[in-house]
T-cell receptor
Framework: NAGVTQTPKFQVLKTGQSMTLQCAQD?????MSWYRQDPGMGLRLIHY???????DQGEVPNGYNVSRSTTEDFPLRLLSAAPSQTSVYFC???????????FGPGTRLTVT | GQQLNQSPQSMFIQEGEDVSMNCTSS?????WLWYKQDPGEGPVLLIA?????ELTSNGRLTAQFGITRKDSFLNISASIPSDVGIYFC?????????????FGTGTLLAVQP
């Protein structure tokens, strides 16, 4: 099993550009989520999904969109990048929301 | 948003020393998780706790779910250089959404050989 994979590993965007961060898992987990990690703030939940076709907002959803068309994939879209979205983004999955989550290696995003 | 109070923020120790860190909340939690993050990597789960008073070990690591359900502790015995990293606690609030983990701000551990 590859576990949770994320692409790209690094990305630089200009303000106003859009892009999609990819996340995939091969563990047949129903629950997937996106976090951002900023210095001194731990991880904060952006969006999550409890299964294909079902998504919901987390703590900091503004400026991000998600969709879940398959169990395996959970892409995160930045609609119009802003410098405040400079962060490290982690995708995670678990077999259901009450179980421990497994994290991907992260995407380091810089918005100039 | 709510975050857990994790302490200490950082620790600089000698190889072989024992390490203790803790996480506290003003709310009651029904799940506590401890993760380690190596530089440039995602967090990796170390220990999961689901019951008040529970004491669980994973090699040299031992974690406890506090009996008040408002705190958790992680101990590392006989530290080695590969223990270096950031340790995060995370939990789910009792009565809160079961799908939402709340994270602590992390404890940076440095181990000098």
């Amino acid at each position: 099993n590859a576990g949770v994979t994320q692409t790209p590993k690094f990305q630089v965007l200009k303000t106003g550009q859009s892009m999609t961060l990819q996340c995939a898992q091969d563990m047949n987990h129903e629950y997937m989520s996106w976090y951002r990690q900023d210095p001194g703030m731990g991880l904060r939940l952006i969006h999550y999904s409890v299964g294909a076709g079902i998504t919901d907002q987390g703590e900091v959803p503004n400026g991000y969109n998600v969709s879940r068309s398959t169990t395996e994939d959970f892409p995160l879209r930045l609609l119009s990048a802003a410098p405040s979205q400079t962060s490290v983004y982690f995708c995670a999955s678990s077999r259901d929301p009450t179980y421990e989550q497994y994290f991907g290696p992260g995407t380091r995003l810089t918005v100039t | 948003g709510q975050q857990l109070n994790q302490s200490p923020q950082s620790m600089f120790i000698q190889e072989g020393e024992d390490v203790s860190m803790n996480c506290t909340s003003s709310s009651i939690f029904n799940t506590w998780l401890w993760y380690k993050q190596d530089p440039g990597e995602g967090p990796v789960l170390l220990i999961a706790l689901y019951k008040a008073g529970e004491l669980t070990s994973n090699g040299r690591l031992t974690a406890q779910f506090g009996i008040t359900r408002k705190d958790s502790f992680l101990n590392i015995s006989a530290s080695i250089p590969s223990d270096v990293g950031i340790y995060f606690c995370a939990g789910r609030r009792y009565g809160g959404a079961t799908n939402k983990l709340i994270f602590g701000t992390g404890t940076l551990l440095a181990v000098q050989p």
